[in-house]
């Protein structure tokens, strides 16, 4: 008899361990979940706060920029086209079916008046000749002179290094203003002249060169050609009734 209370309590013992042994993972799987279910929370959180930054950051540009007072983009021509102030008493004397045209020639603001102009099928309303309107020394609008091509393709160009250009087929000449000098200035010039028997002799001036001479070929109106094929047509805006006219056909 006390041999069989001594086993019952024995594997009463075992059962009991047993029982609690088995509890321990079960236990264990649970609070694992809990940390990895709040550990994915915190993951989710944190993209959350990243977005939210550049959405803040886009509001502040924004407000910003409302806040700036708008730049308003200048299409003009030359730079000199925003006050027209001072060329306007010359503007207002043109005669009904002028023009007139804004250049920068060489950083100083030139007025350009024409009596003729024609499309040059480019957008751009041009002319063959015109006369050369600057401010002084003295703060003054006069007249500098007269520049002239000889040839309907060849209109009144500004080339890149903001020069005056323009000619025909057998002349190119390019020109700047000295305000100085109170004159226009030849830079450049090809000349292409023909003797009795149809001979052709060429002459070439290039102040930047140092040159003045007849030449042995026409290599360098080939030059002044690009430079003029590169450039920008002067555009002109036609005054008074004719203007009108245009504008309704």
């Given amino acids: 008899m006390f041999k069989k209370s001594i086993i019952a309590l024995l594997l009463g013992t075992a059962v009991f361990m047993t029982a609690c042994g088995g509890s321990a993972p079960a236990a264990s799987n649970t609070e694992a979940a809990a940390e990895e279910t709040t550990a994915k929370e915190t993951v989710a959180e944190e993209p959350a706060a990243e977005t939210a930054a550049p959405a803040e950051e886009k509001a502040d540009d924004a407000a ?31 005669q009904d079916g002028q023009a007139y045209g804004f250049a920068d ?20 309303m041009v002319a063959m000749k015109a006369d050369v309107y600057c401010v002084n020394g003295a703060d003054e609008v006069v007249k500098y002179g007269t520049v002239a091509s000889s040839d309907s393709g060849y209109p009144l160009y500004v080339t890149a290094d903001k020069c005056l250009m323009f000619g025909g087929n057998h002349k190119l000449t390019k020109v700047y203003v000295d305000i100085e000098a109170g004159a226009i200035i030849t830079f450049e010039e090809f000349t292409e002249t023909f003797d009795a028997d149809g001979k052709a002799a060429y002459h070439y001036l290039s102040m930047d060169e140092g040159i003045d001479a007849d030449v042995e070929d026409d290599s360098a109106h080939g030059a002044m050609l690009e430079q003029y094929e590169t450039g920008t047509p002067v555009n002109f805006t036609t005054v008074g009734e004719a203007a009108a006219a245009a504008a309704t056909n």
């Fill in 64 to 94: 910003q920029a409302a806040t700036e007072p708008a730049v308003e983009e200048s299409t003009l021509a030359s730079r000199y086209e925003d006050d027209m102030a001072r060329y306007q008493t010359v503007i207002d004397g043109l």
């Fill in 105 to 124: 020639i060489s950083d100083v603001d030139v007025l350009l008046v024409a009596d003729n102009v024609y499309d040059n099928l480019d957008g751009n």
